[in-house]
């Protein structure tokens, strides 16, 4: 069965490094999502991406992120200047319509120490 | 704004136990209402949803029915298996196709 897979499983980088998180979305998806979930907390929506290109993004969604779709498979997470509080679970997602399932990864655990 | 609230666990039943989790939801319009389910070191899997009113999902033994009028998208099970501990979001999606989320409830399942 098609997954989403997610690298790293973990990321451990230190305050004010970029990081980028990298997810595989199902081959014949169109809609691509971030969500990150805090430890402790609530499943947050980040960014919605579709034709290259965002479709809505969230008030946490700030310019320290971005996100692109550099080769047709890939959806990267671009963390420019990680703080403190970017720690978190982050999950990618995919659906081939946007009414239809979103098919989670297994997330990405990054820690900024 | 929306949002989604589901009860506090976790919740620790003994094998053949009847699971109730609540789940209460704010929203304009009539949003899609799901249950997603992360067994450990896993990503969320959408285990049922309803996309209109009185609309009840199952899967897997589950069942949910959305309640307008009480704004509820409950999650039960009969008789819950050791297989079945997880955790258990709630969530919904309105206008967009953006999902929100509950905070999660987690279930414990004893022999």
């Known amino acids: 069965e098609p997954e989403v897979t997610q690298t790293p499983s973990h990321q451990v980088t230190q305050m004010g490094q970029e990081v980028i998180l990298r997810c595989v979305p199902i081959?014949?998806?169109?809609?691509f999502y971030w969500y990150r979930q805090i430890l402790g907390q609530k499943v947050e929506f980040l960014v919605s991406?579709?034709?290259?290109?965002?479709?809505?993004k969230s008030e946490i969604f700030d310019d320290q992120f971005s996100v692109e779709r550099p080769d047709g498979s890939n959806f990267t997470l671009k963390i420019r200047s990680t703080k403190l509080e970017d720690s978190a679970m982050y999950f990618c997602?995919?659906?081939?319509?946007?009414?239809?399932?979103?098919?989670f990864g297994p997330g990405t655990r990054l820690t900024v120490t | 704004g929306n949002s989604v609230t589901q009860m506090e666990g976790p919740v620790t039943l003994s094998e053949e136990a009847f699971l109730t989790i609540n789940c209460t939801y704010t929203?304009?319009?009539?949003?899609?209402l799901f249950w997603y389910v992360q067994y450990p070191g896993e990503g969320l899997q959408l285990l049922l949803k309803?996309?209109?009113?009185?609309d009840k999902g199952s899967n897997k033994g589950f069942e949910a029915t959305y309640r307008k009028e009480t704004t509820s998208f409950h999650l039960e099970k009969g008789s819950v298996q050791v297989s079945d501990s997880a955790v258990y979001f709630c969530?919904?999606?309105?206008?967009?196709?953006?999902?929100?989320f509950g905070t999660g409830t987690r279930l414990q399942v004893f022999p």
């Open positions: 997602a995919s659906t081939s319509r946007p009414t239809y399932e979103q098919y």
């Open positions: 081959s014949n998806h169109l809609y």
């Open positions: 991406f579709y034709n290259n290109e965002i479709s809505e």
């Open positions: 929203a304009t319009g009539y949003p899609s």
């Open positions: 309803a996309t209109k009113a009185d």
């Open positions: 969530a919904l999606s309105g206008i967009t196709d953006k999902l929100i």
